[in-house]
């Protein structure tokens, strides 16, 4: 199948051409004949497949037979990075059309927000909480939405955002569209989706037949302590233009910049705890190359397209599997090859388990000069529960001693 054969407009077509797109993504493929019929969909996929076009070149397609003056469209997504990405691909596919797009998410001021919002806007992206915020300060109204999207909707119950999602849909027209996209579906999620789809189409695409099959896998066995060693070693041995490198905690991901830096290379981290600008000038530098080397949390690259980026390594392989097939899928895209390297020490040997048995494969293992010695999983240790502390009775001081009556 081609774009050709879906029935997009002429303006979509020659846009997807433009980016070098011949042939739709499996869920693009199933999701965007449905969804140009008018339907609700569920579409269970994950970050890689391709799904955020899945949903934007058939909303473009709708909004463009009329133009209202109102805000007809509105994608609700867990992160500032995601609604960035969703919003640069709105502006992208809709370059010849006369649609605004825009997106309001946190951690910004809320001016140029606001700015944007007074101008007009056909499609409004948006990240829950600021979305809230605006339309408690009336800069924002929902009755015209046609088309409602909720991307990452498993990603919102996992960072907390499903009590405002259920407030922004109360706030939504009962006759529209709905579209909700989740990597797994949890019981909530299961439930929300009853409530908020009419007759929905459901839509599957295996994870692994998206990001596994067309990525170059391998996996090296390394005891922690020996990690960057084997981490700056292949950065200088390897044919690596480009990697983002993936750690479990924020600690650990400066810790591996630090580590980098002092070795002559130029790395930058992102995850929560860093500003929203510093994230950003992160990115535009890696994508820019100016940056070679991206390390960034999971709540941090939730969302992040890179284009051409042709290594992903798993510093610490995740206690999730999905997340693993979230990970590489930032290589590999749309079809192109890509390599992800994961290093696994003793305690991360069950994940490496976990995954294998997930994928179905076998992920080869490489040999490096470092190669693991130590063979018990570490023990953490478990603080007693604090108890206040009794100052011996010949220590207690009670204050100044009493005078003496006589």
């Not at 994961?342 to 179905?360: P, V, W």
Request: charged content about 25%; aromatic content about 6%; proline content about 6%.
């Amino acid at each position: 199948m081609t774009f050709n054969e879906i029935q997009l407009i002429q303006p979509l077509l020659q846009a997807i051409t433009e980016a070098g797109y011949t042939e739709p993504s499996p869920i693009q493929a199933e999701a965007i004949p449905v969804l140009l019929r008018g339907r609700d969909i569920i579409g269970c996929a994950q970050t890689g497949s391709g799904k955020t076009a899945a949903f934007a070149l058939p909303i473009l397609q709708r909004l463009s037979k009329e133009k209202s003056g109102h805000i007809r469209a509105l994608i609700l997504t867990p992160t500032r990075e995601l609604a960035i990405q969703i919003y640069d691909t709105f502006r992208y596919f809709g370059k010849r059309l006369r649609l605004h797009s825009g997106a309001v998410f946190g951690g910004v001021s809320q001016n140029p927000q606001v700015d944007a919002l007074s101008r007009g806007l056909d499609v409004l992206i948006a990240t829950p909480g600021r979305l809230n915020d605006l339309i408690n300060q009336g800069y924002i109204h929902l009755n015209h939405i046609e088309i409602f999207v909720l991307d990452e909707a498993d990603r919102m119950l996992d960072m907390g955002f499903i009590h405002d999602v259920k407030k922004t849909i109360k706030l939504l027209p009962l006759q529209r569209q709905t579209m909700l996209f989740s990597a797994t579906m949890p019981p909530e999620i299961e439930t929300l989706a009853q409530t908020l789809l009419k007759n929905p189409a459901m839509i599957k695409v295996d994870p692994t037949t998206c990001a596994v099959e067309s990525i170059d896998q391998c996996v090296y066995m390394i005891d922690k302590p020996n990690k960057t060693l084997l981490l700056a070693e292949l950065l200088r041995t390897e044919d690596i233009k480009n990697a983002l490198v993936f750690t479990n905690t924020k600690h650990g991901a400066d810790r591996v910049v630090q580590k980098l830096s002092q070795e002559g290379f130029v790395a930058r981290a992102i995850h929560g705890d860093k500003a929203q600008n510093a994230r950003q000038d992160a990115l535009k530098s890696f994508r820019d190359g100016r940056v070679q080397i991206l390390v960034a949390t999971d709540i941090a690259a939730r969302g992040i397209d890179i284009p051409e980026l042709s290594h992903v390594i798993n510093y610490d392989l995740p206690d999730v599997a999905e997340t693993y097939i979230h990970r590489i899928g930032r290589t590999g895209r749309a079809g192109l090859g890509g390599t992800a390297i994961s290093f696994c020490n003793i305690d991360h040997l069950d994940n490496l388990r976990g995954i294998e048995k997930m994928t179905g494969l076998k992920i080869p293992v490489r040999e490096s000069q470092w190669p693991m010695l130590i063979f018990e999983k570490t023990v953490k240790q478990v603080r007693p529960p604090r108890t206040e502390r009794k100052t011996p009775q010949s220590k207690r001081f009670s204050g100044p001693p009493k005078s003496r009556r006589w």
